[in-house]
């Protein structure tokens, strides 16, 4: 079993920032990459980030240069800066972390999702 909990959204201004946080906790031996996702008001689930275990990242076209991911191997963490914050970021954004449990099977395991409001 494992659990992935985020943390830290909520309402800001445009232009402003956010600093969102997931921790990944339960049966892991180690995980491979860590993403962030968003899902904005009907629309399909997005991918906005992601960090390798070696530390490569990637990002969607419409927050490179605003965002940031990084990671923390030995807390299980990854972290979103978000800076220059525009309304269209608005959404709930998901974790989700992969990688392989102590009982040598893979996981693909999601947080429960944390809202993310941009509006003056």
């Known amino acids: 079993q494992v659990q992935v909990v985020e943390s830290g959204g909520g309402l800001v201004q445009p232009g402003g920032s956010l600093r969102l946080s997931c921790s990944a906790s339960?049966?892991?031996?180690?995980?491979?990459?860590m993403s962030w996702y968003r899902q904005a008001p009907e629309k399909e689930r997005e991918l906005v980030a992601v960090?390798?275990?070696?530390?490569?990242?990637n990002y969607d076209d419409s927050v490179r240069g605003r965002f940031a991911i990084s990671r923390d191997n030995a807390k299980n963490t990854v972290i979103l800066q978000m800076n220059s914050l525009k309304p269209e970021d608005t959404g709930v954004y998901y974790c989700?972390?992969?990688?392989?449990?102590?009982?040598?099977?893979?996981?693909?395991?999601w947080g429960q999702g944390t809202q993310v409001t941009v509006s003056s």
């Open positions: 339960g049966r892991i031996s180690s995980i491979s990459v």
């Open positions: 960090v390798t275990s070696v530390g490569s990242t």
């Open positions: 989700n972390v992969k990688g392989g449990t102590t009982w040598s099977t893979g996981f693909d395991a």
